[in-house]
Nanobody, 127 residues
Framework: QVQLVESGGGLVQTGDSLTLSCTAS????????MAWFRQAPGKEREFVAA????????FYAASVEGRFTISRDNARNTLHLQMNNLKPADTAVYFC????????????????????WGQGTQVAVSS
């Protein structure tokens, strides 16, 4: 089994920055894809960013590209999301996810391909 634990959420103001982290433990898969999704109140969970374990290839949702940066430390089994220039629309619970394969094409943005999920961390951006 895999356990994913997110941290780093909080309440910030518009334009602020915040970094989320996710620590993975238990069984490891190589290669794999790790990702961040988010879910705002009353909305569907949506893709934010993903990264491959091998080449470090990254993918972003259009709404965050240029503001968010996903990164990982394979030696420490950690995933990060650096979020800059935060907006009220970024308010959501952010979830870390792991897929036991490399997801390309349009697969990386689809929740169904990720078998492991964290419990989420709340990010609130005030205007």
């Amino acid at each position: 089994q895999v356990q994913l634990v997110e941290s780093g959420g909080g309440l910030v103001q518009t334009g602020d920055s915040l970094t989320l982290s996710c620590t993975a433990s238990g069984r490891t898969f190589s290669p794999n894809t790790m990702a961040w999704f988010r879910q705002a109140p009353g909305k569907e969970r949506e893709f934010v960013a993903a990264i491959w374990s091998t080449s470090g290839t990254t993918f972003y949702a259009a709404s965050v590209e240029g503001r968010f940066t996903i990164s990982r430390d394979n030696a420490r089994n950690t995933l990060h999301l650096q979020m800059n220039n935060l907006k009220p629309a970024d308010t959501a619970v952010y979830f870390c996810a792991l897929a036991s394969r490399l997801l390309g094409g349009s697969l990386y943005s689809s929740r169904q391909w990720y078998a492991y999920w964290g419990q989420g961390t709340q990010v609130a951006v005030s205007s």
